[in-house]
């Protein structure tokens, strides 16, 4: 079965700096970056606030637009920390659209550049019902599909109230980029396939109308979920154990140590490795807490305590999943390291 996974693309990046002695992101500036003319475009994300001229990154899903701040992502840089914008892109694309080539001298082999769009596995194999579509796979870092008669290629990004589409059409000489700096929603989707529409004589379809159903729907399912949380913190319940309790250190095998202390009638959490970041904890009931965190992007997700004997020994806490899809289990007790 398929299923896409960000650290795939770090483990190559891994890979790459064993066989070439380089890093990645210095591997790719002087083989790509500089032949293709991308000046513009940076291999991490560190400084980006002081850079002039930049997108800065949003969120809606709790409120109105809300603009958040840069998230440091350099260490899954092969997957996520490239910066780039339309006119760099654009001379990626010209590469794509003339086998490897930009102005005329080869960049990457052409057979290099066909083994990257070979499918790989199939991520989908009936007919859709929503667009002219019949197949769509996975090669080396890009989708492929049909649409009403030409092969397609593509890929999504997405990072710190960033998302991004890169499409590319050969037999037709056509490329796409779209990006955005509002994380929730799905206009960057609905675009694409709104050009690709009209360049590829399918009868018009509202995109965005399409995409927006299910944007409302789970916004509806966010909103729920929001009032159900207030509600509970609205009520003032007293914990089932002292505030005091539940601050310490906690530990995660994977993620490391977070550590939560009293402040009023809040628990405040911190991050070992997101030194900007904090949750604030108000008590729910049945040793839950709302956790609201600093950065919107991060979310708004209840944390569960679990308590022997009048103390707190661990604590499982959950960010927006579109940072992490699972929940991290973290316990008092280092030799009881637990991941959930």
């Known amino acids: 079965d398929y299923g896409y996974c960000n650290s795939g693309f770090l483990v190559a990046g891994q890979i790459l700096e064993k066989i070439t002695g380089q890093t990645w992101g210095s591997y790719v500036e002087e083989n790509m970056l500089k032949p293709l003319g991308m000046n513009n475009t940076y291999m991490n994300t560190a400084g980006l606030s002081q850079r002039d001229n930049i997108a800065y990154p949003h969120n809606n899903l709790y409120s109105s637009i809300t603009k958040i701040p840069f998230d440091l992502v350099d260490n ?45 596995i199939l991520t989908g194999s009936r007919k859709s019902n929503f667009y002219p579509t019949h197949f769509r796979g996975y090669g080396l870092g890009v989708y492929s599909t049909d649409y009403n008669g030409r092969q397609v290629y593509w890929h999504t990004g997405g990072a710190f109230g960033h998302v991004t589409n890169v499409c590319f059409i050969p037999e037709e000489n056509i490329g796409i980029t779209i990006l955005t700096n509002n994380d929730y929603q799905s206009f960057f989707e609905a675009l694409r396939y709104q050009i690709m529409d009209a360049y590829l004589g399918v009868p018009y379809t509202d995109r965005s109308k399409f995409q927006w159903g299910f944007f409302e729907q789970n916004k509806k399912q966010t909103d729920a979920t929001m009032a159900a ?20 250190e906690y530990f995660n095998t994977v993620y490391g140590k977070i550590t939560i202390s009293k402040s009023d009638n809040l628990l405040i959490c911190r991050f070992q490795h997101h030194p900007d970041l904090i949750g604030y904890m108000q008590y729910m009931d049945n040793n839950e807490f709302q956790v609201t965190y600093s950065n919107i992007g991060y979310g708004i997700y209840p944390a569960k305590f679990y308590v022997t004997n009048g103390k707190a020994n661990a604590v499982e806490i959950k960010s927006n999943e579109f940072v992490e899809s699972d929940a991290y289990l973290f316990a008092k007790d280092p030799q009881g390291l637990m991941i959930k």
């Open 76 to 120: 899954l840089g092969p997957a996520t920390s490239m910066v780039s914008n339309v006119k760099d892109l654009t001379n990626w694309l010209m590469l794509q659209l003339d086998s490897g080539k930009y102005n005329g001298k080869e960049v990457l082999p052409w057979s290099v550049l066909q083994k990257t769009r070979d499918i790989n």
């Open 229 to 248: 949380m207030k509600k509970r913190v609205d009520a003032k319940n007293s914990p089932s154990i002292k505030l005091e309790e539940y601050t310490g």
